[in-house]
């Protein structure tokens, strides 16, 4: 897959079919829509995907609180898992936005897509204050040439409904919901820093992760059994997201205790794919007890991992 960060790099020789839009979190709904647009292409065209950031609401609503299932690098890995030629992520700004539905149809898709055909939702609106429609897009297609495919209400809802029920399970730590719409396990991409480094005089040495996209949404605080791929072998591990009550902790963190891994990754980007929630965090009356919590918690997820290999 090729990916081009603004609409103005991205070049073809062939026609392309097209889809837009923010496909945060890639799940099982989106999938449905990159399939269609991969089966559309042939010897002739390209399948490409036009996406936006930052997020369109944190520029036109000044949104800055809202949270996304993916950060864009992760959309792109999981866009690429899905066969498509094309990934052109767009710098949504104010002036993208004054774009009449003429322009962009004309100045982009046209004479830089060099478009065949287009995949698109029912409902979607575009060009400047949202003013067009499907109907305007079909009189487009008419006018230069290319088809418009309209994406069924419902299974609009259905790429809807799930990317909120995704949201939801995830902010109240129901990871197999989420998992289950998304139709893999949620994951999140940081960098191994240096922590308190309490964990190992007790020990459960821990990776503290840090996440510099302060707008990926992070699950709910509690304690889940994980996975990561390491040197291309999958490392299972316990991850805490919390505060560390216990010793007093000031601020939320990400730790994740290996199992089988005795190897120094600080400095190191990790994927952490989410694979069960065990229990909410807790303020525990000694370190000790929470010593003794913590390899409770290791049979717990070793259990699960046997049970769910």
């Known amino acids: 897959m090729k990916i081009f960060n603004s609409i103005q790099d991205f070049k073809t020789t062939s026609g392309t079919i097209v889809t837009l839009g923010t496909f945060d ?5 989106h999938k449905k829509i990159i399939d269609r647009l991969v089966e559309n292409t042939d010897a002739n065209t390209e399948s490409l995907v036009l996406t936006f950031f930052p997020h369109p609401r944190m520029v036109l609503q000044g949104d800055s609180e809202i949270k996304l299932l993916n950060t864009i690098d992760e959309k792109a890995f999981l866009l690429e898992q899905n066969g498509l030629d094309n990934l052109v992520i767009h710098p949504f700004d104010q002036a993208f936005s004054r774009l009449t539905a003429e322009e962009f149809v004309k100045n982009i898709l046209v004479d830089i897509f060099k478009i065949k055909k287009i995949i698109i939702g029912h409902d979607h609106r575009f060009g400047r204050n949202r003013t067009a429609n ?11 040439n290319f088809e418009v495919e309209q994406i069924s209400p419902q299974e609009i809802n259905e790429v809807s409904v799930s990317s909120t029920k995704i949201r939801n399970a995830l902010q109240e730590g129901n990871i197999r919901l989420a998992n289950k719409y998304l139709g893999y396990n949620y994951f999140l991409t940081g960098t191994v820093v240096k922590g308190k480094q309490l964990g190992r005089t007790i020990g459960f040495p821990t990776a503290n992760i840090s996440i510099k996209e ?3 949404l992070i699950p709910q605080i509690g304690v889940y059994v994980v996975s990561c791929v390491i040197n291309g072998k999958t490392i299972f591990g316990m991850m805490n997201i919390g505060f560390n009550p216990t010793v007093s902790g000031q601020h939320q963190t990400i730790e994740v205790h290996y ?3 005795n190897e120094d990754l600080y400095d190191k980007e990790i994927r ?6 065990i229990r909410p965090e807790q303020k525990f009356e000694s370190v000790e007890k929470l010593k003794e919590q913590l390899a409770h918690d290791k049979i717990t997820s070793l259990e699960f991992i046997k049970n769910n290999r």
């Open 259 to 261: 199992f089988d891994l």
């Open 272 to 277: 952490v794919s989410i694979l069960h929630r």
């Open 214 to 216: 302060n707008y990926k």
């Open 134 to 144: 499907i109907e305007d897009l079909i009189v487009f297609g008419e006018q230069y």
């Open 25 to 29: 979190g890639v799940h099982f709904g």
